[in-house]
């Protein structure tokens, strides 16, 4: 029964011109898309920065006296690499201070108008 099947399969096959060729042995090779985008600021925002972020923490503790870093990430402003910097001290005030990534340079607040 199942022999008749599998004859009459092959029959219609070839009557119709159908190919009964083997799957290849491999799949074609297609370009994958890339799976992430380029870092912000062009190819040398793939570099460390020459401020790692212990040293950046430490920059900012010292230009504020009385507070601790509570959060510190890597950001890009106006085309600079900077440390974002947030600080808190014992009564629960708040700052924020940003620190060049290459240079060290504690760069001043912006006003956010």
Known sequence: MIFRGVCALVALALLTGCSVAPPPKTA???PL?????PPP???????????????AARLAEESAPGYRVTAIDLDTDEGRRVWDVDLANSQGQRRDV?????????????DDD
Do not use: F, K, W, Y
Not at 41 to 55: E, Q, V, Y
């Open 28 to 30: 074609p090779t297609v």
């Open 33 to 37: 898309p890339a799976t992430q985008a």
């Open 41 to 55: 600021g062009g190819p040398s925002a793939t570099n460390p920065p020459r401020i790692d972020r212990d040293h």
């Open 98 to 110: 940003d620190i060049d990534a290459e240079t060290g340079q504690v760069l001043p607040e912006l």
